[in-house]
């Protein structure tokens, strides 16, 4: 049977990356050693780093004036870190809340210390709209911090806020590579590699030059200067995810860049966004300018089907779209290596449910 995973994260690799994995394993370059062997001080894994920084770069066309650095911790770790490394002159920042993922980045800036204002947040409507920057007050903020995408509650945005001088600080964990933005307007990305870049254990910063080195003896592994300096090999980077990361950047350049892949998402998630507002049973809750290309929520209102719903789908192959436990219902995530089959085949799957259960 074929299967389809559409898990939230880790999530669905490209199938030509697994195949290039599963042929390199035993032997990687001729060397008569696996990547999961090789030293992060030898020529082989040099190569491989380099590359990664170099494909990303030409992906997103980032400007000579942005580092590309390579963290492990997750992108949780960067709610600590990029307080940490930016915030050396007000300490305090702005956010605006649009979900669980930017209130965990409020969190953990408050435990530092740091003030956060929240400037606008959209808990009362349960995240199915994005907050707005209505006046961001400059020089009082270090940087104004973003979720691009929410994958929990299916918003994203399409264009991106307004902040002067203040700079932009953005998670992209979840639409990274997968909408086109300006990426330029980005001061700082943060984003964790396991569901547009690869696997867990990667988590990847693009920071400008500007804002790094200002903060004095911070932890060294979140230390931004340091790994900058070190070429993100201040100790044993995450190998092997690194590795994957380069293939999966390989990818999508051959298969077109990031306007491609926004391209693609863009089809499939109309297609099913498309039924949903067609569809009886099924909601999809989060209003019409505000949805996400990457995960898409839906509900048919009643608990009891819901779980009817996701163990059928379960059984034909329709992989991981039981909603997150803070929204239930369903959630299909819809990242670069999901196919249009893949949500062809959930949607005829969904309207033969329809017409059973409605
Ligand atoms: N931000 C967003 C938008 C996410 O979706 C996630 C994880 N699902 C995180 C941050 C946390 O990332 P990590 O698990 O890598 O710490």
């Known amino acids: ?26 032997s990687y370059d001729n060397s008569g050693m696996s990547v999961m062997e090789i030293s992060h001080r030898s020529d082989l894994f040099d190569n491989i780093i380099d590359q990664a920084q170099q494909d990303l770069r030409a992906l997103l066309q980032i400007p000579d004036n942005y580092r590309v650095l390579f963290f492990q911790g997750g992108c949780t770790l960067q709610f600590s870190a990029a307080p940490l490394n930016l915030a050396t002159e007000h300490k305090k920042i702005a956010l605006l809340d649009s979900g669980h993922w930017a209130d965990r980045a409020r969190d953990e800036a408050s435990r530092l210390g740091i003030g956060v204002d929240v400037l606008d947040s959209t808990k009362n409507l349960h995240y199915t709209k994005l907050p707005v920057l209505k006046d961001l007050p400059q020089n009082t903020y270090d940087y104004l911090h973003i979720t691009t995408n929410n994958t929990i509650e299916g918003t994203a945005y399409s264009s991106l806020p307004k902040t002067g001088k203040t700079p932009l600080v953005a998670d992209l964990s979840s639409n990274f590579l997968a909408q086109n933005y300006d990426f330029s307007k980005f001061d700082l990305m943060m984003v964790g590699a396991q569901k547009n870049v690869g696997i867990a254990g990667l988590t990847i910063v693009v920071v400008k030059d500007d804002l790094i080195g200002k903060a004095k003896n911070l932890p060294s592994m979140i230390d931004y200067e340091l790994f900058a300096k070190k070429n993100s090999m201040f100790n044993t980077p995450p190998v092997f995810a690194i590795y994957v990361a380069g293939l999966v950047l390989k990818w999508i350049k051959q298969q077109g860049g990031v306007a491609e892949m926004d391209r693609r998402n863009r089809k499939k998630s109309d297609l099913l966004y498309d039924f949903l507002d067609d569809s009886k049973l099924f909601t999809a809750p989060v209003i019409k300018k505000d949805r996400s290309l990457t995960n898409v929520p839906f509900v048919t209102g009643n608990k009891a089907l819901d779980q009817e719903l996701i163990q059928q789908a379960g059984e034909v192959g329709l992989l991981n779209i039981k909603g997150h436990r803070s929204v239930g219902g369903m959630r299909a995530s819809l990242y670069n290596a999901m196919p249009f089959s893949g949500v062809e085949k959930l949607v005829d799957f969904l309207n033969k449910f329809e017409k059973e259960y409605w």
Not at 4 to 18: R, W
């Open 1 to 26: 049977m074929v299967v389809y995973n559409f898990s939230a994260g880790p999530a669905v690799l490209p199938d030509e990356v697994i195949k290039k994995v599963k042929a390199d394993l035993p």
